[in-house]
């Protein structure tokens, strides 16, 4: 299914693993980016949170499909080398992403923050965007 020049919202809710405390919520399809939005909760493994940041180099790519479509900015997240240090292991931060548009048709992605990943890299894979379900936004 293709919905054209629509800003679209497909509903997500996909838990990272194995580290559980990343959230994918939804992604927003326009003409102008693709946005991938967040909730990341501080993880007990830290006296008081941790810290999150996101590379620079992070990407979004299209299963099947060799084009590469890199991270131009982000909201409520530092890009490296800088850093959000939370202040208590209770702590939330939602963020969001953004990317050059992607077509408007329904497809798998991959979200890639490092090419050699470990569990704690922003990594996700066969991301399904089903534009069927999809909510056009105003």
């Known amino acids: 299914m293709i919905k054209r020049n629509k800003t ?29 939005d967040f909730g990341y909760i501080a993880t007990e493994e830290f006296v008081a949170g941790g810290w999150i940041r996101i590379s620079p180099q992070t990407y979004l790519r299209r299963q099947g499909d060799k084009t590469i479509y890199t991270l131009t900015h982000a909201d409520n997240i530092p890009i490296a080398p800088d850093h959000y240090h939370f202040q208590s292991t ?37 991301i399904k965007l089903d534009l069927s379900i999809a909510e056009e936004m105003m």
């Open 90 to 126: 209770r702590d939330w931060q939602y963020f969001s992403l953004y990317f050059p548009p992607i077509p408007q048709e329904s497809t798998s992605i991959d979200l890639i923050e490092e090419d050699e990943p470990n569990d704690n890299d922003f990594n996700y894979y066969d």
């Open 8 to 36: 679209l919202l497909v509903p997500l809710n996909i838990v990272r693993e194995p580290n559980t405390n990343l959230v994918l919520f939804r992604a927003i399809l326009n003409k102008e980016y693709t946005r991938l």
